[in-house]
């Protein structure tokens, strides 16, 4: 347990936290600047058209200031924001500082994505989100007694309703409990993949026991916080396991380092909680 | 301060697990509709996955009045390469288009008015892409479909717009 007893100080955390999450806004701002003419004019998320998604977007003071915020060049610039703010962060986090500053502007760099289009964005965006949030007020009201302790709190909290949502909704959906779901899904081109769909086709008890394994892992994760740390870090290793799986064969890649960099969070308190 | 950032983070915890929640999360939607679109939904994959890939083909009206054949719009490609697992942009495209499409079929499900379909969000992205992507003089109108299927599907028609007159040539 030596390893996981370095996450056991709010400032490792935030350390590891920071980490984790650089590398995550820079792949994912990279891949924003790679495919940005699917945002401009005529790209499939034009936000010509966005704009047209309520009327507080289209008219009055409010839309000039949305407008003026999320046009194509303020997004540009908000990726590169992005990708340098990310450069700056990993660098920051590995000589353990914290920039309150940074963080706000990564959080609103990641929000103008989410802002400009309901469409292409994941769960991974809202993991960004959540833990930008928790770290920039963290580090903003860090002086406050208790503050720094409730963002982590604040981020582990919504890391297991993340997996607790998603698996009770899936045991309530008989898709997953008749173990159909994983098998339709890598059937598909763009979630799939034709070898694992070719194993799931010759042995079905794979397909049953991949459906169960991630309800049971997603429904039951709450429980790492009541049993002893090491199983606790069980939980974690498994969901390492189930995102790594997903970015291999699903091309979920996003979702690994979002994900992951809520983890020290856990791991916080886990230890906190272990040596009490 | 620990007490207000205490409470609005209690906050943002009580409207995430509302909105799993069917009937409230449509009240919250309706009520509050800036707000909920801050709030995370984390039932992905659930209850059902995405089951099926959607194809986006077009044709056109030529001058002189003849219909082209039907051409695929190409977002998915044939293998993600090895590296997808942390290098992935073309899902910027897919996951729009699934987005899009999911939602177009919502709203003509939803709708029987071809009015109120075709002025919906999807329908305009998919419209104002089309009319740029397509770039054959020759056509004067643009009309477009949406396919499904998978490896256990046959392909679907799931959706086919209207016609319409495509920018260049007004």
Same mark, same amino acid.
Request: proline fraction near 5%; charge should be positive.
């Given at each position: 347990?030596? *390893?996981? +007893?370095?996450?056991?100080? %709010?400032?490792? !955390?935030?350390?590891?936290?920071?980490? #984790? $999450?650089? &590398?995550? =806004?820079?792949?994912?701002?990279?891949?924003?600047?790679?495919?940005?003419?699917?945002?401009?004019?005529?790209?499939?998320?034009?936000?010509?058209?966005?704009?047209?998604?309520?009327?507080?977007?289209?008219?009055?003071?409010?839309?000039?200031?949305?407008?003026?915020?999320?046009?194509?060049?303020?997004?540009?610039?908000?990726?590169?924001?992005?990708? *340098?703010? +990310?450069?700056?962060?990993? %660098?920051?986090? !590995?000589?353990?500082?914290?920039?309150? #500053? $940074?963080? &706000?502007? =990564?959080?609103?760099?990641?929000?103008?994505?989410?802002?400009?289009?309901?469409?292409?964005?994941?769960?991974?965006?809202?993991?960004?989100?959540?833990?930008?949030?928790?770290?920039?007020?963290?580090?903003?009201?860090?002086?406050?007694?208790?503050?720094?302790?409730?963002?982590?709190?604040?981020?582990?909290?919504?890391?297991?309703?993340?997996?607790?949502?998603?698996?009770?909704?899936?045991?309530?959906?008989?898709?997953?409990?008749?173990?159909?779901?994983?098998?339709?899904?890598?059937?598909?081109?763009?979630?799939?993949?034709?070898?694992?769909?070719?194993?799931?086709?010759?042995?079905?008890?794979?397909?049953?026991?991949?459906?169960?394994?991630?309800?049971?892992?997603?429904?039951?994760?709450?429980?790492?916080?009541?049993?002893?740390?090491?199983?606790?870090?069980?939980?974690?290793?498994?969901?390492?396991?189930?995102?790594?799986?997903?970015?291999?064969?699903?091309?979920?890649?996003?979702?690994?380092?979002?994900?992951?960099?809520?983890?020290?969070?856990?791991?916080?308190?886990?230890?906190?909680?272990?040596?009490? | 301060?620990?007490?207000?950032?205490?409470?609005?983070?209690?906050?943002?915890?009580?409207?995430?697990?509302?909105?799993?929640?069917?009937?409230?999360?449509?009240?919250?939607?309706?009520?509050?509709?800036?707000?909920?679109?801050?709030?995370?939904?984390?039932?992905?994959?659930?209850?059902?996955?995405?089951?099926?890939?959607?194809?986006?083909?077009?044709?056109?009206?030529?001058?002189?009045?003849?219909?082209?054949?039907?051409?695929?719009?190409?977002?998915?490609?044939?293998?993600?390469?090895?590296?997808?697992?942390?290098?992935?942009?073309?899902?910027?495209?897919?996951?729009?288009?699934?987005?899009?499409?999911?939602?177009?079929?919502?709203?003509?499900?939803?709708?029987?008015?071809?009015?109120?379909?075709?002025?919906?969000?999807?329908?305009?992205?998919?419209?104002?892409?089309?009319?740029?992507?397509?770039?054959?003089?020759?056509?004067?109108?643009?009309?477009?479909?949406?396919?499904?299927?998978?490896?256990?599907?046959?392909?679907?028609?799931?959706?086919?717009?209207?016609?319409?007159?495509?920018?260049?040539?007004?």
């Amino acid at each position: 347990m030596n *390893f996981f +007893s370095w996450f056991a100080t %709010v400032e490792h !955390a935030y350390q590891a936290t920071g980490l #984790l $999450l650089a &590398i995550g =806004l820079w792949i994912a701002a990279l891949e924003d600047l790679h495919t940005f003419p699917v945002f401009q004019g005529e790209g499939l998320l034009s936000w010509k058209i966005s704009r047209l998604i309520g009327k507080s977007y289209c008219q009055g003071t409010r839309a000039k200031i949305i407008h003026f915020w999320l046009n194509d060049l303020s997004l540009k610039i908000g990726v590169w924001m992005r990708i *340098f703010g +990310s450069m700056a962060l990993f %660098v920051l986090s !590995a000589l353990n500082l914290h920039s309150p #500053l $940074l963080l &706000i502007l =990564l959080f609103l760099g990641t929000l103008q994505m989410y802002m400009r289009s309901p469409y292409s964005l994941d769960g991974a965006h809202q993991m960004h989100l959540i833990v930008l949030l928790g770290t920039s007020l963290g580090t903003l009201f860090g002086s406050f007694p208790w503050v720094k302790e409730l963002c982590l709190g604040f981020i582990a909290a919504q890391l297991t309703c993340s997996y607790a949502i998603s698996g009770i909704t899936k045991l309530c959906s008989p898709v997953w409990v008749k173990s159909s779901a994983v098998y339709a899904v890598f059937s598909t081109q763009i979630y799939g993949h034709a070898g694992v769909y070719q194993w799931l086709t010759r042995y079905p008890s794979l397909a049953r026991l991949s459906c169960w394994s991630v309800m049971l892992f997603e429904a039951l994760f709450p429980l790492a916080f009541f049993v002893p740390p090491l199983g606790g870090v069980g939980f974690l290793a498994a969901g390492l396991g189930f995102h790594l799986a997903n970015a291999l064969f699903m091309g979920l890649n996003d979702f690994l380092f979002a994900f992951i960099a809520a983890y020290p969070s856990v791991i916080y308190f886990l230890m906190k909680w272990g040596s009490s | 301060m620990s007490i207000g950032i205490g409470a609005f983070f209690l906050s943002i915890l009580i409207l995430t697990l509302l909105r799993e929640i069917k009937g409230v999360s449509a009240w919250l939607k309706t009520h509050f509709p800036l707000l909920m679109q801050f709030i995370p939904t984390w039932s992905f994959f659930a209850p059902i996955p995405n089951m099926l890939d959607y194809h986006l083909y077009y044709r056109g009206v030529k001058k002189n009045g003849e219909m082209s054949a039907w051409q695929e719009w190409t977002y998915l490609p044939e293998k993600r390469p090895w590296f997808a697992c942390v290098w992935n942009p073309s899902k910027r495209f897919s996951k729009g288009f699934l987005d899009i499409a999911h939602d177009l079929l919502r709203f003509s499900n939803q709708f029987d008015n071809p009015l109120h379909i075709c002025s919906s969000l999807p329908y305009l992205h998919l419209l104002n892409f089309l009319s740029a992507f397509v770039q054959d003089t020759d056509l004067e109108k643009i009309q477009f479909t949406i396919l499904t299927e998978s490896r256990l599907q046959a392909p679907q028609i799931a959706f086919v717009s209207e016609v319409h007159p495509l920018r260049r040539n007004r």
